[in-house]
């Protein structure tokens, strides 16, 4: 029998983290809560709609980068052998583990395959970015706190 005391620690712990499930189990025991409230249902609907509206605003601004490379300003970098470090992913950029950290890299720095370049936050699930090239950092094309899409370049790399 689940003692009243834990019950309500993890009520609290739904609500402090809004959660909308838990479901525990140990050997002798098995919790499961549930929130009946339609507010958490809706809001996952809204949020996927959210992001969809958002995204092609950034879609026509990469094209239009594209569109000034075609006018000549651009393809300098291109033809400089640059290569591009790409997001995997729709996200947050992060320079750093935390606000207080230093860089993972910087303008100079040498990075191989393995090295850890950024953080791209998804879904409040933080993900280290590796190089997968190596090369000499030469541009960071995005600011920390920036959100990106996938394929979008973050970095450009001197081989």
């Known amino acids: 029998m689940i003692e009243i005391k834990k019950l309500r620690e993890l009520v609290k712990l739904m609500k402090d983290n809004d959660l909308s499930e838990?479901?525990?189990?140990?050997?002798?025991?098995q919790i499961?809560?549930?929130?009946?409230?339609?507010e958490p249902i809706v809001t996952p609907i809204a949020a996927p709609v959210a992001p969809l509206a958002a995204a092609p605003a950034p879609v026509p601004a990469a094209p239009a980068a594209p569109a000034e490379a075609a006018g000549g300003a651009a393809p300098a970098p291109a033809d400089d052998g640059l290569?591009?470090?790409?997001?995997?992913?729709?996200?947050t950029f992060y320079t750093a583990a935390s606000p207080d950290a230093d860089d993972f890299v910087s303008v100079g720095a040498t990075v191989g395959e393995d090295t850890v370049v950024c953080i791209i936050e998804a879904?409040?699930?933080f993900n280290e970015i590796k190089a997968e090239k190596?090369?000499?950092v030469a541009k960071i094309l995005v600011d920390s706190g920036?959100?990106?899409e996938f394929g979008q370049p973050l970095f450009l790399l001197k081989p």
């Open 22 to 29: 838990i479901d525990l189990r140990d050997n002798d025991e």
């Open 32 to 38: 499961t809560l549930k929130r009946p409230t339609a």
């Open 83 to 91: 290569i591009e470090v790409t997001s995997p992913m729709v996200g």
């Open 123 to 125: 879904m409040k699930v």
């Open 134 to 136: 190596k090369g000499t």
């Open 146 to 148: 920036q959100a990106v």
